[in-house]
C-alpha cells in the first residue's frame, strides 16, 4: 500500500530543508525524498578512486557528490545529498541587496517583508566572519586591490555559515591538522568542530566546521519526526481525490525501486533544474498534473556567475587552497561600472594532491617506513600547496535571465526525454560579465597578477554556474509566473515550490540565503 504523510517534501537543501523543519514543527507528518546520499565525514570524497559524480542518466551507478550538467553554452553545478546546495557551497550567507525586490516581484514580497526571515536564518546557521587573526592571503590581496583602486568603502568581509576559534591561528605547528579543531555542539544539539583552514569547504568538512544544513534544519526536522530518505528521486507528481501521489525511483544495489507516497501537500526544494524539471515531466510527458502555467521554464538565469584566474609570479603571493572558500567581497551592485550591477569576491578551491596525500596517509600501511613518506608528503604539499600563486578572482550579477528549461528528445534515443537549457548570452548578459572580467584585470594587474578570462567566454560565450535560478518563478498571475507569492503552484492548490527555482530575476549576490528566507516565509504560511 502507498504511504501516506501529511506533507511531503522532495530535495534537502536551502528551499526544502527549511520547508521540512518548518512544517514538522506544527505537528505535521513530514517526508523528505532526497536523490542524493547521506554524506558523512568518513565518507566525502578525497581520491580519484571516491564518489565524485552525480551522473543524472546513470544515478543507480554514479551518485556521488557534485552534479555537474552540460547545456549548450552552459554547465551548472549543483550538491547531491542531504543538505542539497549547502553542501558543495562556499559557506556565503547574505541578504539580497534592498531595491531588488522593486521590479520583477510579487508586491507582497519586499525587504522589510523577508527581513525577519533573514534573521531567523541567519540564526539557525550561525553565521559568523572570518576573524581578525585568521586572515587569508587571498583575503589580503582583495583588499589591497580594493585599496588600489580607490574602492575600499566598498569592501568588507562576509557573514559566513562557519563555526571559528579565535584561538587557532596560522602560526600554530602544522595549523591545518584536525587536532586544532575545537570540538562544540550547535544550539540543534549536533556535535561540530571549529575551522582549521584546510579549504574543503567545497568538497565536505572534515572537522565539521561547516554549518551544512544537515546540521541544523535537517536535524531539527529529524527531532520533530520528520523521516529523510536518501537515493530517492522523484519523477513526477499527480494528483486525486485532494491527495497528490509522489512518484519516485529509489536507488539501491545499482538498481531502481519504482514506488510511490502520498500526501495532501507537496513542496518542491529540488533546485532551479530539479524542481522545474518534475513540474515539466508532470505536465508535459506524463500529463499527471493540469493546469500549470505555460510560464513553467522560462526566465531562467546563472546569476552572473563568473570567474577569472589571476597568476602571480611569487608562489607565496597567494595560496588559494588556504582558509574557507570565499570571505569577503568588493561590492559594485549600485551600477558605478558602466551601468552594470555585479560583486567581486575572493575564490578558493581545496588542494586535490594534498587531500589525496591526506587520505592515503589516513588509510595507514603495514610499512611504517611508507608511512613516514607519506607523512612527509603530506607535509610538504600543505606547505608547498601546487596551485599556489593563482588567485581565483569570482564574481556574481544582474544578467540577462533570458534562459529556458524544457524538455527534449535525443535523436539517437527518441524514448528518452531529458532537461534541456536554451540559453544564450544576450546584450545584458554579456553587459555585465564583460564589466565583471575589466574589473577583474585591473585588481589582478593593480596586485601584480596576470589575469586569464577563459577562452570558454572570450571565444564561445560559455559559462559555468554554481547559482541556478528561475524556472518557477513568482508572479502574480499564471500568465507572468508559475507560483504565487506564497510559493504556491497556480492551479494546483497545496502544491508549493520553494527553492531557487521561484527567484523571477538574478540577484546579483549569493542566493542561498534569500531562498531559505523565502522558504521560511512559505512555511510559515502553509496550513
Known amino acids: 500500500m502507498t504511504e501516506r504523510f501529511d506533507a511531503i517534501v522532495i530535495g534537502s537543501g536551502f528551499g526544502g530543508a527549511v520547508a521540512a523543519c518548518r512544517l514538522s ?52 553545478a549543483q550538491g547531491a545529498g542531504v543538505g542539497g546546495g549547502s553542501l558543495v557551497y562556499a ?25 525577519p526571515y533573514y534573521e531567523t536564518v541567519g540564526k539557525m546557521l550561525n553565521l559568523q566572519v572570518l576573524p581578525d587573526n585568521q586572515l587569508t592571503q587571498r ?44 570540538p562544540l555542539i550547535n544550539q540543534q544539539g549536533v556535535r561540530q568542530g571549529t575551522c582549521i583552514h584546510c579549504g574543503n569547504c567545497d568538497i565536505g568538512c572534515r572537522v565539521r566546521a561547516k554549518n551544512t544544513l544537515d546540521f541544523n534544519y535537517i536535524a531539527l526536522a529529524e527531532q520533530n519526526g520528520a523521516e529523510v530518505r536518501p537515493l530517492h528521486r522523484a519523477s513526477h507528481l499527480s494528483r486525486s481525490g485532494g491527495e497528490y501521489t509522489v512518484h519516485f525511483d529509489r536507488i539501491a544495489d545499482r538498481s531502481f525501486y519504482p514506488g510511490t507516497v502520498k500526501a495532501p501537500i507537496v513542496v518542491l526544494g529540488a533546485g532551479s533544474l530539479g524542481s522545474t524539471e518534475i513540474l515539466l515531466r508532470s505536465r508535459d510527458q506524463y500529463r499527471s498534473l493540469s493546469g ?27 595560496r588559494p587552497s588556504d582558509g574557507p572558500t570565499i570571505t569577503c567581497v568588493i561590492d559594485y551592485l549600485d551600477g558605478s561600472q558602466a551601468g552594470e550591477r555585479f560583486w567581486i569576491e575572493d575564490g578558493g578551491f581545496p588542494n586535490v594532491l594534498g587531500n589525496y596525500l591526506q587520505e592515503r596517509f589516513r588509510a595507514g600501511s603495514f610499512d611504517p617506513r611508507v608511512n613516514l613518506l607519506l607523512d612527509d608528503l603530506k607535509n610538504r604539499v600543505r606547505r608547498e600547496d601546487p596551485l599556489s600563486g593563482v588567485m581565483p578572482w569570482f564574481a556574481q550579477g544582474i544578467d540577462g535571465g533570458n534562459g529556458r528549461l524544457g524538455l527534449k528528445r535525443l535523436w539517437y534515443a527518441p ?33 601584480g597578477g596576470k589575469p586569464w578570462v577563459p577562452p570558454t567566454w572570450e571565444v564561445f560565450r560559455f559559462l559555468i554556474t554554481p547559482h541556478p535560478l528561475g524556472g518557477c518563478n513568482m508572479s502574480n498571475d499564471p500568465k507572468n ?6 510559493g504556491e503552484v497556480f492551479g494546483c492548490p497545496d502544491l508549493y515550490v520553494a527553492d531557487g527555482a521561484i527567484l523571477p530575476t538574478p540577484i546579483g549576490r549569493n542566493p542561498s540565503r534569500t531562498i531559505a528566507a523565502l522558504a521560511e516565509r512559505i512555511a510559515a504560511h502553509i496550513e
Open 292 to 318: 500549470i502555467s505555460d510560464f513553467l521554464g522560462k526566465n531562467w538565469s546563472p546569476n552572473g556567475d563568473f570567474l577569472t584566474p589571476g597568476f602571480y609570479k611569487h608562489p607565496d603571493r597567494v
Open 481 to 486: 509566473g508559475v507560483v504565487n507569492h506564497l
Open 139 to 182: 583575503f589580503k590581496l582583495v583588499r589591497e586591490g580594493a585599496e588600489k583602486l580607490g574602492d575600499s568603502h566598498r569592501f568588507g568581509k562576509l557573514p559566513l555559515a562557519v563555526n571559528f576559534s579565535d584561538r587557532w591561528h596560522y602560526g600554530l605547528e602544522d595549523p591545518f591538522d584536525e587536532r586544532h579543531s575545537e
Open 25 to 76: 514543527r506544527k505537528g505535521m507528518r513530514v517526508l523528505i525524498l532526497e536523490r542524493g546520499r547521506r554524506w558523512r565525514p568518513a565518507d566525502y570524497p578525497r581520491t580519484a578512486e571516491d564518489a565524485w559524480i552525480w551522473d543524472e542518466n546513470l544515478p543507480q551507478l554514479k551518485n556521488g557528490w557534485i552534479d555537474l550538467r552540460f547545456f549548450k553554452n552552459m554547465a551548472v
Open 91 to 115: 559557506n556565503v550567507s547574505v541578504e539580497a541587496q534592498p531595491d531588488l525586490f522593486d521590479n520583477g516581484w510579487p508586491p507582497e514580497i519586499t525587504f522589510s517583508e523577508l527581513k
Open 415 to 447: 524514448w528518452r526525454v531529458h532537461l534541456d537549457l536554451d540559453w544564450f548570452a544576450g546584450p545584458r548578459t554579456r553587459g555585465v560579465i564583460e564589466a565583471i572580467a575589466a574589473r577583474h584585470r585591473k585588481l589582478a594587474e593593480a596586485t
